[in-house]
């Protein structure tokens, strides 16, 4: 079983629309969440942590974590072009500073 | 704002030969981290190092990888005899205690 599992996509939402990411994780240790942003042949930019079971929110994105269901998410309001990228999911675990990334989703934002 | 920085951004070498990857984490944080991203893969976690030793490795980390912090300010990766599949982007890390990793900007390695 993956450590981290994400769709690979792509997702393609129009330009405006809310775009809507995914990821599961396996290890019920894990207690912090994050979101990057990777653009190709970029490396990943952090976008959101979360720590704590709820919405946390930062302009027009929306991290969600469910501990219970094992479950995150990432909410990109009013898309535009430029958040055409892949997101990656991570997790770090108690004790442990690596963090741990999913494959990713690509997104696709069109004008 | 403080970066990560790395060097080269690109090395292109023959397999077996020695590859050492530079890196200059944010000045203030502790944790310091190597990971790889094999093209078109995921981001991987190679190993991470703390208080002048290694605190973790993965099991990619072999005998033929390195790490090292030869002052204050740099942190080395040295692949000894690269392979084929050692071709990949590498990226150095480092955090505070919070999680947050950053990232620099990536050196491209090209085994031939």
């Known amino acids: 079983q993956k450590e981290v599992e994400q769709n690979s996509g792509p997702l393609s939402v129009p330009e405006g629309a809310i775009a809507s990411l995914n990821c599961t994780y396996s290890d019920r240790g894990s207690q912090s969440f994050f979101w990057y942003r990777q653009y190709s042949g970029k490396s990943p930019e952090l976008i959101m942590s979360i720590y704590s079971n709820g919405d946390k929110e930062d302009g027009r994105f929306t991290a969600q974590l469910n501990k219970a269901s094992q479950y995150v998410s990432l909410l990109i309001r009013d898309s535009q072009p430029s958040d055409s990228a892949t997101y990656l999911c991570a997790r770090r675990g108690t004790g442990f500073q690596k963090l741990v990334f999913g494959t990713g989703t690509r997104l696709l934002v069109s004008p | 704002e403080p970066e990560v920085t790395q060097t080269p951004s690109h090395q292109v070498t023959q397999m077996g030969q020695e590859v050492i990857l530079r890196c200059v984490p944010i000045s203030n944080h502790l944790y310091f981290y190597w990971y790889r991203q094999i093209l078109g893969q995921k981001v991987e976690f190679l190993v991470s190092?703390?208080?002048?030793?290694?605190?973790?490795k993965s099991e990619i980390f072999d005998d033929q990888f390195s790490v090292e912090r030869p002052d204050g300010s740099n942190f080395t990766l040295k692949i000894r005899s690269t392979k084929l599949e050692d071709s990949a982007m590498y990226f150095c890390?480092?955090?505070?205690?919070?999680?947050?990793?950053?990232f620099g900007e990536g050196s491209r390695l090209t085994v031939l």
């Open positions: 890390a480092s955090n505070l205690n919070t999680g947050e990793l950053f």
């Open positions: 190092f703390y208080n002048n030793e290694i605190s973790e």
